[in-house]
């Protein structure tokens, strides 16, 4: 990836650019907390965005995506957006900095990226991340990481319509090699836990669908959470978020709420406490705990928060009945990866087979990703 983009830089660009990288990332669990203020269990992979970069002297900023295989370019000096969708993540990671008082001088680019694009990995918090770290450096701006992922968050927001939480570009900036991180999305607070569980294998497998209007039901989702929220504070004034939030005080609200938005609710109450049982169950080096709370999420995600579909569904129940130790969709939904923990013997029979069965089943292949934890935003 790295000779592709030196070699499009250069003849676009010239001699002089420095390289910058930042990864997709994995959840272990805690799906659709990071906006309600739980826990998360993100870790940084091994694919993500290079880009190759130079200031340019002006205040114009060139860009070419080697995956597009197209140019563009826009001028901090102007309001104008670009047109290119892909264009907007770098030009809202240029305003969103600037917004924290960093300085973006121009600068010309070319980037690239292996996180398959749709399959909930993040590919657009690495384009972020890889930027927001890049035009710290070559600025000397010296924001923090929680800035840098703030600033992809707030591009999502601002620029490309999706109300995200922080834990995919938490991730992507505070990666490290072999490492899983708790965030608790509410203080910020942050644990790195190893993570190389002996005899298990962690898979992923895409099934390479993205179903339309993902972004519209996430954005859906939030307001839920929101709303259930409000409802609980009117008893409960210390509520912030829906993860302060104790089951019965849901219950106290059902009849003032909607049933769509009581069991959006109830999922969300589920899984912080899954969260704090998975970590309690790997300090303990329990596997089978930590699986087996993976299913519960998948169901919740599935019946509860319902932005599952029959592809991810399908994989989940296929890795049941294989007894894998644990398997769930992962990300926002409506398509992408399951992610599986799996027991070295059953790994080549789990994946051969829910392969064929999904193929069989759908009329299209899946993939299949090893996932690796790895470093997130850097300098190369
Ligand atoms: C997407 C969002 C994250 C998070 C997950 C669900 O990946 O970008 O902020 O909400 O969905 O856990």
């Known amino acids: 990836m790295k000779n592709r983009i030196h070699g499009k830089f250069l003849s676009l660009f010239g001699e002089g650019g420095v390289f910058y990288a930042a990864a997709g990332r994995v959840n272990l669990i805690g799906e659709h907390t990071d906006y309600n203020g739980g826990y998360v269990f993100p870790g940084a992979i091994d694919k993500g965005v290079m880009a190759e970069i130079k200031p340019n002297g002006t205040t114009v900023t060139r860009l070419f995506s080697i995956d597009f295989d197209e140019y563009a370019e826009f001028d901090l000096a102007s309001d104008a957006v670009p047109s290119q969708h892909w264009a907007r993540y770098v ?12 300085k973006v001088a121009g600068f010309d680019a070319v980037f690239s990226g292996d996180v398959p ?3 909930g990995l993040s590919s657009s918090a690495a384009l972020e991340s890889c930027f927001a770290f890049a035009l710290d450096d070559l600025n000397g701006n010296g924001l923090s990481r929680f800035d840098l992922a703030r600033i992809g968050q707030s591009t999502e927001h601002n620029y490309c319509g999706v109300k995200c939480g922080i834990m995919d570009q938490f991730a992507s900036c505070f990666g490290k090699a072999g490492q899983l991180i708790r965030l608790d999305c509410k203080t910020l607070e942050y644990k790195y836990f190893p993570f190389n569980p002996e005899g298990y ?11 339309k209007l993902a ?10 959470c929101e709303r259930a929220a409000a409802a609980i504070r009117k008893n409960h004034p210390e509520v912030e978020f829906l993860s302060d939030c104790k089951r019965l005080w849901l219950d106290e609200v059902r009849s003032e709420i909607s049933g769509e938005d009581f069991i959006r609710a109830e999922y969300v109450i589920g899984e912080v406490q899954r969260v704090l049982d998975v970590c309690d169950a790997l300090e303990r080096g329990d596997y089978e705990t930590v699986g087996e709370m993976m299913y519960q999420t998948h169901f919740g995600l599935s019946r509860l928060y ?3 579909c029959p592809e991810l569904d399908f994989l989940a129940s296929t890795a049941r009945r294989m007894e894998v130790t644990g398997s ?16 070295n013997e059953l790994y080549d029979k789990f994946t051969s087979t829910a392969a064929a ?3 069989e089943k759908f009329g299209h292949d899946l993939k299949i990703y090893d996932v690796v934890i790895s470093d997130g935003a850097r300098k190369l």
Do not use: P, W
């Open 91 to 102: 030009y809202g990671v240029c305003r969103e900095t600037e917004k924290r008082g960093g």
């Open 117 to 119: 694009a749709g399959a």
């Open 201 to 211: 294998r962690l898979v992923l497998l895409d099934t390479c669908v993205k179903h």
């Open 215 to 224: 972004d519209s039901a996430y954005n859906k989702r939030r307001e839920s």
């Open 306 to 308: 319902e932005v599952s």
């Open 328 to 343: 769930r969709m992962m990300g926002g939904g409506f398509g992408g990866c399951t992610i599986n923990l799996v027991k």
């Open 357 to 359: 069965l999904y193929r």
